[in-house]
């Protein structure tokens, strides 16, 4: 069954660093989404992406954060200058569909550690 | 504004006992209301829709949207549910971001 891939599992960096996060969506899928979760809190959404573009954003998705297909396989998340309360489990999705009762189905997460 | 409530962070229950996981949602529109589980060290997984009115590894949730719920329940706790559920919500415009719970951690005893 295909999934949706994550990498690297976990990257840690120092603050102020760029970092990249890397997701490969399910072949077939055109929506795609980020999100995040902090140590002990909920799964939050950052940002979900459609024909090349930003659908829509939360709050969280500041300036420092970016969004990018840079082929017809990868999605990257790219955070530019990191803080140390960007430390989270990073979480990419896709679905075929973005809305109605249609799944979205998650890789397994990048974890990032800001030092 | 979007927003799901699960009030219970741990759960613990002896296996063959029913299991009640609450979730309370706030939204103004339709809502499409999801329950998502992550067994230890896998990924976040899609458990049931509220709209496929299913029974998946014998767990069922109603939507009442008089209370506003979408408690997922199941008659005969096993050990093989322990983890970690997620009740979600996504809204009826454009492209959906899923709004999650706190996540309520299930326990089965033995």
């Known amino acids: 069954e295909p999934e949706v891939t994550q990498t690297p599992s976990h990257q840690v960096t120092q603050m102020g660093q760029e970092v990249i996060l890397r997701c490969v969506p399910i072949?077939?899928?055109?929506?795609f989404y980020w999100y995040r979760q902090i140590l002990g809190q909920k799964v939050e959404f950052l940002v979900s992406?459609?024909?090349?573009?930003?659908?829509?954003k939360s709050e969280i998705f500041d300036d420092q954060f970016s969004v990018e297909r840079p082929d017809g396989s990868n999605f990257t998340l790219k955070i530019r200058s990191t803080k140390l309360e960007d430390s989270a489990m990073y979480f990419c999705?896709?679905?075929?569909?973005?809305?109605?009762?249609?799944?979205?189905?998650f890789g397994p997460g990048t974890r990032l550690t800001v030092t | 504004a979007q927003r799901v409530t699960q009030p219970e962070k741990l759960l613990s229950v002896f296996k063959g006992a029913p299991v009640e996981l609450k979730c309370n949602y706030s939204?103004?529109?339709?809502?499409?209301l999801f329950w998502y589980v992550q067994y230890s060290r896998q990924r976040l997984q899609l458990l049931l829709r509220?709209?496929s009115r299913e029974s998946i590894k014998g767990f069922t949730a109603d939507l009442n949207k008089g209370e506003t719920s979408f408690h997922l329940k199941k008659p005969f706790a096993q050990e093989e549910d322990s983890a970690m559920y997620y009740c979600a919500l996504s809204g009826d415009q454009g492209a959906q971001k899923l709004v999650f719970g706190q996540g309520t951690r299930l326990t089965i005893n033995p």
């Open positions: 939204y103004s529109g339709s809502p499409e």
């Open positions: 509220h709209i």
């Open positions: 992406f459609y024909n090349n573009e930003i659908s829509e």
């Open positions: 072949s077939n899928h055109l929506y």
């Open positions: 999705a896709s679905s075929e569909v973005p809305y109605g009762p249609y799944e979205q189905y």
